[in-house]
């Protein structure tokens, strides 16, 4: 299985809004709604952000917000804090009754 | 508050078999809402899914790497494990064991992460 596509890296300044894509196939994302985002700062384990495409669990700041549109996911962080500097992923489940993980993007605060 | 833990050898040698245990505390391992998985990342590089592991004992293996896998689940000590064999210097990762919900395929939970060097 191939990893869901994501762009390597994204920026913004505080305040500013950015939008990390995440694109699969019509035997991932694009057939279920089985998308989660992930949040790693270095050096850490990988936070759970957002489940069921759009889904925020408890604690997680309402300026993360998710969607999808045919076979690309998207999670967009409004309003940038310092602190959401860190890398992030999407992950899918898929036809074979996998998962897979995107290709991950890095977020700048600049 | 559910915790997990990786554990075992940190080093490991070519074309030998990589063992490693996940000891899952503060929630049950056998309720079916939720699955065990393990997820593996190189240094510099993204997050691979390896496999999961319901506590029926049913797995989902990540195809590249089904030959290699088993995924093992001991629900009396609250523990799974991983073996990975005939590793290469490619399998040189951090490994994660993680908690995945049934349906929702997300993992809500993660170990902190355990470094494997494969090297002679």
């Known amino acids: 299985q191939s990893a869901l596509t994501q762009p390597p890296s994204v920026s913004g300044s505080p305040g500013q809004s950015v939008t990390i894509s995440c694109t699969g196939t019509?035997?991932?994302?694009?057939?279920?709604?089985?998308v989660s985002w992930y949040q790693q700062p270095p050096g850490t384990a990988p936070k759970l952000m957002i489940y069921e495409v759009s889904n925020r669990p408890s604690g997680v700041p309402d300026r993360f917000s998710g969607s999808k549109s045919g076979n690309t996911a998207s999670l967009t962080i409004s309003g940038l804090h310092t602190e959401d500097e860190a890398d992030y992923y999407c992950s899918s489940y898929t036809s074979s009754s996998t998962l897979v993980f995107g290709t991950g993007t890095k977020v700048t605060v600049l | 508050q559910v915790q997990l833990q990786e554990s075992g050898p940190g080093l490991v040698k070519p074309s030998q078999t990589l063992s490693l245990t996940c000891t899952v505390s503060?929630?049950?391992?056998?309720?079916?809402?939720?699955?065990w998985s393990w997820i593996r990342q190189p240094a510099g590089k993204g997050l691979e899914w390896i496999g999961r592991i319901y506590s029926s004992g049913s797995t989902n293996y990540n195809p590249s790497l089904k030959s290699r896998v088993t995924i093992s689940v001991h629900t009396s000590k609250k523990q799974f494990s991983l073996k990975l064999t005939s590793v290469t210097a490619a399998d040189t990762a951090v490994y994660y064991c993680?908690?995945?919900?049934?349906?929702?395929?997300?993992?809500?939970?993660w170990g902190q992460g355990t470094l494997v060097t494969v090297s002679s």
């Open positions: 993680a908690r995945g919900t049934t349906g929702i395929e997300n993992f809500d939970y």
């Open positions: 019509s035997s991932d994302v694009g057939v279920y709604n089985r």
């Open positions: 503060g929630g049950s391992i056998s309720s079916g809402s939720y699955y």
